[in-house]
Structure formats: structure tokens, C-alpha cells
């Protein structure tokens, strides 16, 4: 028995002819933190969507929790209940207060009273910091806060996992800290997170791995220290002088 929490083995992936992720292998330890880099159209967002079922895999194994993910529809459920996922386009339901954006899930998915949905999510909202917002409708924020909003409502189902799909980069730059700030906060309290950034300060402060991909394999996977200084593949140096 693995003490792993995700357990990726030879996973591969294509879109009709072309193959998008090559021979994946990972492990993801309770708690642990993990920093996806690339070059954009490497396979990134492709991969992470696999662990909650976004994105079909075609040969290995993805075992979240126990549960592996296949064409099971409980077993898809079920994964997708530990596992919250925020993407780079906040995603929030434009017509839904910043509140009901929160309880809809746990109300629907879980079941749980609207009371009870209430009391959590705004106990979230205010752990983002947006607590005073929540009457509002997604429009009325600025993109950091509907950011946040959306890291509320995912923890709101009260994921195990939490996977980011470049978070920041949709963001002005002004409002790119806030957003990491609340990303930081969680890692300290212990979530176990696969976060797709090319915020590489936030990856040396938070990661304990970095991961780099290029053309659908992992090319590099190193502790955070190792990674930066003393990245070993030629695509890892390249890729590094061009952002850092
Ligand atoms: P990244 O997140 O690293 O930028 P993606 O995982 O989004 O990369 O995409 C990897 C490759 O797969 C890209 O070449 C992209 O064009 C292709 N791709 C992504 N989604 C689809 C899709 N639904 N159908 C066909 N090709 C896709
Ligand atoms: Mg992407």
C-alpha cells in the first residue's frame, strides 16, 4: 500500500493522433506541494485535469485516494469530492451571489443544509479575506477578489486536494499577491496542492517539488532547492533564464 495520496503511472494521453502527455509518472504525498512549470501547450493544464477527470486518460493509472479513476461514474464522484480544482479563468457563475457561487456545491453535491452551507462558506470567504463581498454578483469584484472567491468555493467542499491551473496569470499585476498570498496561507495550514504556476517565487517558498514539462513528458523533477540550483536537463536551464 502506497502512502501516496495521488498515484500517477504511465500515463499517457492523445487528442486523436497527437499525443499530449508521454509516459507520466508522479507521486503526491499527503501535505505535499507541487509546482507544475513549462512552456504553454507542454501538457500541463492536460495533466492536472486528468487527476479529477476533466480530461480522459487513455492508458496507466491515476489513483486518487485509493480510488482509481476510470470510466466508473462513482468513482469519478468521488474524486472529484476530495479534489478542488481553480482555474485560470475563475469559472464563478456569473448570475449567483458571491455566496450562493459558495454554496452551491455542498448544497447540491453534498446534500448539506442551506444553514450549514452558509455558515461554512462565509467562514471561507472570510478566510480569503472577501467576507464583506458576499452579497455581491462575480461582476462587481476585481479579478484578485473573484480569484479568491473561487478558492473559497472549492474549499468549501472541503477538498483534500487542491489543484491550481496558473491561477495568477489572468490576473493584473497588482492583484497577482493577494491571490498568492491566500495560495500561501493554505499551503501552510497543510492542503496538499498541485499548483501550475510560473510564479517562481511563490515555488521557492512553497514547493517541495518542482516539476518541469516540455512536449507532454516530465522532464525534471527535483526538490525546490535542487531544481533552482542545479537544474539538469539543457530544457530546464533554457526554460529557467527565460523567466526567472
Ligand atoms: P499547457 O497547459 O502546458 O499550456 P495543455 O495541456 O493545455 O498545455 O495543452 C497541451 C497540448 O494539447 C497543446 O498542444 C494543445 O493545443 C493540445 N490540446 C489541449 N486541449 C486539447 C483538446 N481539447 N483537443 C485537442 N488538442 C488539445
Ligand atoms: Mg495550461
Do not use: Y
Not at 77 to 95: D, I, W, Y
Not at 149 to 178: G, N
Request: glycine share 6%; proline share 4%.
Amino acid at each position: 500500500m502506497s502512502d501516496s495520496i495521488i498515484q500517477i503511472q504511465n500515463v499517457n494521453k492523445w487528442f486523436g493522433d497527437f499525443q499530449v502527455l508521454k509516459e507520466i509518472n508522479l507521486e503526491v504525498k499527503p501535505k505535499e506541494k507541487i509546482v507544475v512549470c513549462g512552456p504553454s501547450g507542454s501538457g500541463k493544464s492536460t495533466l492536472i485535469r486528468c487527476i479529477n477527470r476533466l480530461e480522459e486518460h487513455q492508458k496507466g493509472s491515476i489513483i486518487v485516494d485509493g480510488t482509481e479513476i476510470s470510466e466508473d461514474t462513482k468513482n469519478i464522484e468521488q474524486v472529484r469530492a476530495e479534489v478542488g480544482m481553480v482555474f485560470q479563468q475563475f469559472n464563478l457563475f456569473p448570475h449567483l451571489s458571491i455566496l450562493d457561487n459558495c454554496t452551491l456545491a455542498p448544497i447540491w453535491v453534498k446534500k448539506m443544509p442551506k444553514k450549514e452551507a452558509e455558515k461554512l462558506a462565509l467562514e471561507h470567504l472570510e478566510r480569503v479575506q472577501i467576507l464583506d463581498q458576499a452579497q455581491k454578483f462575480p461582476g462587481q469584484l476585481s479579478g484578485g477578489q473573484q480569484q479568491r472567491v473561487a478558492i473559497a468555493r472549492a474549499l468549501c467542499m472541503e477538498p483534500k486536494i487542491m489543484l491550481f491551473d496558473e491561477p495568477t496569470s489572468a490576473l493584473d499585476p497588482e492583484m497577482i499577491k493577494e491571490v498568492l498570498d491566500v495560495m500561501v496561507n493554505l499551503a501552510k495550514q497543510g492542503m496538499t496542492m498541485i499548483v501550475v504556476t510560473h510564479e517562481m517565487g511563490f515555488a521557492k517558498e512553497v514547493a517541495d517539488q518542482m516539476i518541469f514539462m516540455d512536449e507532454g513528458m516530465i522532464v525534471e523533477k527535483a526538490t525546490t532547492k535542487d531544481f533552482f540550483a542545479n537544474p539538469k536537463s539543457d530544457r530546464t536551464k533554457l526554460f529557467l533564464s527565460q523567466i526567472l
